[in-house]
């Protein structure tokens, strides 16, 4: 099979496309067919050797997640119903044509649903759910979502607005702010402006009631003051380190601060619950995952250079079946 393989932890180039043996499942496992990987902002670290602790990574290793396909194979043990069903699996690879995954890693796509879109879901429809469940939009006030064109930002600004909130979406670029606006956010903001706390405070009458934190780092730990006192601020966001809040002003303002992630990923069993319904709300019209490139799986490094340069706008995917370099 076709698959990307890194040898040594470094810049994107080290994204390396091999040839390898098909993989055999174990008891208890499946191998999917891989239609869709998913790609998100963890790989890019992780394939700079960031977070061994938390997300050891025994070289080589195919990096990804998991993603979206077909069950192709089955362990012993496992139901032969499996062979030939549409799943999603979040799993530790991805980036390869064929994938091993527990059978507890496997989800069935809701008919009708394309590969693209149950794999968009894998990851930031679960951080997108887990993160609505912590803040809790409320019908009628302001919410903030930064980094609102990325993955999960996208879906966030979209729960909050089902929810009845108003948003108030932040980003870097106008093409950014276009999706955000496309979406649903009723104000948007530029955040790579100096202003842009004020811009938000002023839109928000006095301050923003939730923030949904994409962001992390000295943005996401500025995010903190575009909230108004009482408000809720919780925060997923890696792209420059988490965001750090100063917990004693929080307390003295009375804001609620959440960050869910500084622990590591989700335990399986939450994670799998909140990808149930990410894809239950997007069967149902409510979440729309905003695709915004997609990659043949010779390109991967590609697609971590575009997360890098914060140039792609929505969700990125690899396509393992697709040709070309």
């Known amino acids: 099979m076709r698959a990307i393989q890194v040898s040594v932890f470094g810049g994107p180039e080290v994204l390396t496309p091999v040839e390898l043996p098909d993989p055999v499942p174990g008891r208890g496992q499946v191998v999917v067919g891989m239609a869709a990987a998913d790609v998100i902002f963890l790989d890019t670290l992780l394939r700079g050797g960031w977070g061994k602790e938390i997300f050891p990574r025994e070289l080589p290793y195919i990096p990804g997640g998991g993603g979206a396909g077909e069950v192709v194979a089955i362990g012993e043990g496992v139901d032969p119903a499996w062979i030939g069903r549409r799943v999603v699996t979040r799993t530790g690879t991805g980036y390869a044509e064929r994938v091993v995954a527990d059978a507890d890693e496997i989800m069935p796509i809701p008919d009708g649903m394309a590969f693209e879109t149950a794999a968009a879901l894998v990851h930031d429809g679960t951080t997108a759910i887990m993160m609505e469940r912590l803040g809790v939009a409320e019908k009628g006030e302001w919410v903030l979502v930064t980094?609102?064109?990325?993955?999960?930002?996208?879906?966030?600004?979209?729960?909050?607005?089902?929810?009845?909130?108003?948003?108030?979406?932040?980003?870097?670029?106008?093409?950014?702010?276009?999706?955000?606006?496309?979406?649903?956010?009723?104000?948007?903001?530029?955040?790579?402006?100096?202003?842009?706390?004020?811009?938000?405070?002023?839109?928000?009458?006095?301050?923003?009631?939730?923030?949904?934190?994409?962001?992390?780092?000295?943005?996401?730990?500025?995010?903190?003051n575009a909230l108004a006192d009482g408000?809720?601020?919780?925060?997923?966001?890696?792209?420059?380190?988490?965001?750090?809040?100063?917990?004693?002003?929080?307390?003295?303002?009375?804001?609620?601060?959440?960050?869910?992630?500084?622990?590591?990923?989700?335990?399986?069993?939450?994670?799998?619950?909140?990808?149930?319904?990410?894809?239950?709300?997007?069967?149902?019209?409510?979440?729309?995952?905003?695709?915004?490139?997609?990659?043949?799986?010779?390109?991967?490094?590609?697609?971590?250079?575009?997360?890098?340069?914060?140039?792609?706008?929505?969700?990125?995917?690899?396509?393992?079946?697709?040709?070309?370099?």
Not at 197 to 216: F, K, M, N, P
Not at 234 to 254: I, K, M, N, Q, S
Not at 277 to 292: D, F, N, V, W, Y
Request: glycine residues 14%; aromatic residues 6%.
């Open 231 to 325: 408000g809720r601020f919780v925060t997923y966001g890696t792209a420059e380190g988490f965001a750090a809040p100063d917990r004693e002003l929080a307390a003295r303002r009375g804001l609620r601060v959440f960050t869910p992630l500084l622990d590591g990923p989700p335990a399986r069993e939450a994670a799998r619950g909140w990808l149930a319904l990410a894809l239950e709300r997007a069967t149902e019209g409510r979440l729309r995952p905003a695709i915004g490139a997609v990659y043949p799986l010779e390109r991967a490094a590609d697609a971590h250079r575009a997360l890098a340069e914060r140039a792609t706008v929505g969700k990125s995917l690899l396509l393992p079946g697709a040709n070309g370099a």
């Open 147 to 224: 980094a609102a064109a990325g993955g999960a930002g996208s879906l966030l600004v979209q729960l909050a607005i089902d929810a009845g909130a108003r948003v108030v979406a932040a980003a870097s670029s106008d093409a950014k702010l276009a999706l955000a606006r496309e979406l649903g956010a009723e104000a948007t903001v530029d955040y790579t402006r100096p202003d842009w706390i004020e811009r938000v405070r002023e839109v928000t009458g006095g301050g923003a009631a939730l923030v949904y934190d994409g962001a992390g780092g000295p943005l996401g730990t500025a995010a903190l």
